[in-house]
C-alpha cells in the first residue's frame, strides 16, 4: 500500500504516501454473521456488557473530520467477536480483554487497539491507539448501535454517478503530486472502490453520494482514511483555469495529520507505471546477499542456505504493520502450502517499527501464527524505505512495502515487483496473482 513519506519521494519525487495499507486485512476474512441477541460478554479479566451484539456505526475524529466505519459484535464461545466491515471486507478481531469500565480490542496483528467504554444506552466512546509510533497515537473514538449507512445522504438528494476508472493525481500540502487511478462502482447512493498507487493500494473503500458530493472511508486498524470529492470546482478555487467536465476535486484524510488533495477526470483506460519496472539490480549484481536473523531465536535465514539451493524463491520484504503486507501474504501464504512441493520457496524480510530485535521478531511471530504462514521469516530491520534499501545494497532501491523479488534456481534476481494490488483492486487483483503464478511457472520451467 502506499506507504510513509519518504518512500513515495523515493517513486515518484514527491514526499507523499499517507500511510501503509499494506497494508489494505491481517485478520481472518469471514462472511456476514446473523446479530445475536443482546447480552453480557465475558472477556478476559472482566465483563464487557458496552460490546453488545449487533451492528454499530463508529467514528474516528481527527483533522475536524468524522472517519466513520462499520462493524458487527457477535458472540463465539461465550466470548465477544467485534468484525470490521470495510465494503466486502470482513476483518475479525477476537482478542477482547475488560478491565473495569474499559475494554481493549486488538486490531489483529496491527500494534493497535480501540480502547473503549460504555457512553450510555447502545453507546461507546474511547480512543484508537497505537503503540508501535514513535510518538503517542490517540485518536478519539465514538460509536452508536443499529444499522446505518457510513455517510448520510439527502433524502431529496438525486446522486450522480461517480462509477467507473478515474485518472487521478494526488497533491501533498507541500505541493509535490503523485498519480494514481481511481476505481468506483455505485449502486444508487451507495459507492465502493479503491485508488492504485505504484506503492499498492488504498484497500476497500466504501461510502456514499450525495448529489454532487462523494464521501468514502476504511478503517483496518492500522490506517483510518477518508476521501471526499465534488464533481466540479468549488470556492475558493482558482476560476482563472479551465477544468475538463466531470472533473472531481477531492481531499485526503489520513488519521491524526495526514493530508493531501486530489482531482480526477474519467479515463477507462487509466494505469499506472510497470510495477516491475520501477527499481532493480545495481550495474553488475545478480544475486542478494543477506543473512539476518530468524524470528525463533537463534537461527538465521540466508538465500545462499541449503533450503533454498536449486530453488526458485520469492522474497518477500514486508512489516507487521502494512496492511498491503497483509493482502500479500494472505495470497503467500496458501499458495505456499499448495505449491512448495514444486521446488518452490518463500522468505518473508520483516522491517517493523521497532529496532529492538526481541520485540520485532514477537509481532513477526504473531503475524506468521494469526495468518499460518508457513514460509521462513527473518528480521530483516527497522520499517523505513532507506533502512531496507541500507540492508539489500545489491538493489538499486526499495520503494515500498511490500516489494516482491524472484529469484531463479541458480538463485540469480529475476524479477522486482514494487508494491501489490490486492483483493479490494478486483480486476487487477486478478491480474496481479496471474502474473506472479506466470513468473513462477517460468522459472520452474527452466
Sequence with gaps: MPVAFSFRKAVTGAGLALAAVACQSN???????????????????GTAPQLTAGKWRGVLSAQGQEIPFLFEVSEQGG????TLRNGEERLKLDE???????????????DAALVVRQDGADK??????????????????????????????????????????WKVTFKGDDGETYPAVGIFKQTGSDVTGTFLTTTGDYRYLAGQVDGANLKLSTFDGSHGFLFTA???????????KDYAPN??????????KG??????????????????ALTGMKPGQKRLDFKFPNIYEGGSISPTDPKYTGKVVVVQILGSWCPNCMDETNFLAPWYEKNKQRGVEIIGLGYERTPDQKVASQKLLKMKERMNIG???AVAGQASAAEASKSLPQLAKVLAFPTTIFLDKKGEVRKIHTGYSGPGTGKYYEQEKADFNKTIDQLLAE
Excluded at 28 to 43: D, H, N
Excluded at 160 to 165: A, V
Excluded at 247 to 256: P, V
Design 230 to 240: 465534488h464533481n466540479g470546482p468549488k470556492e475558493p478555487i482558482d476560476i482563472t
Design 27 to 45: 485478520s481472518t476474512t469471514t462472511t456476514e454473521t446473523t446479530a445475536t441477541p443482546p447480552a453480557a460478554a465475558s472477556a478476559g479479566t
Design 96 to 110: 477482547i480483554s475488560s478491565a473495569g469500565d474499559s475494554t481493549t480490542i486488538r486490531m489483529g496483528v496491527f
Design 247 to 256: 472533473t472531481l476535486f477531492g481531499e485526503f484524510y489520513s488519521g491524526k
Design 124 to 165: 461507546l466512546k474511547g480512543a484508537w491507539v497505537k503503540y508501535d509510533g514513535k510518538e503517542p497515537y490517540r485518536v478519539a473514538f465514538t460509536a452508536t448501535k443499529g444499522a446505518q449507512k457510513l455517510f448520510p445522504v439527502a433524502a431529496a438528494s438525486k446522486p450522480l454517478s461517480f462509477d467507473g476508472t
Design 259 to 276: 493530508h493531501e488533495t486530489w482531482t480526477a477526470t474519467p479515463d477507462p483506460n487509466a494505469k499506472l507505471p510497470d510495477a516491475n
Design 375 to 377: 514460509y521462513d521469516i
Design 79 to 82: 466470548k465477544p467477536v467485534v
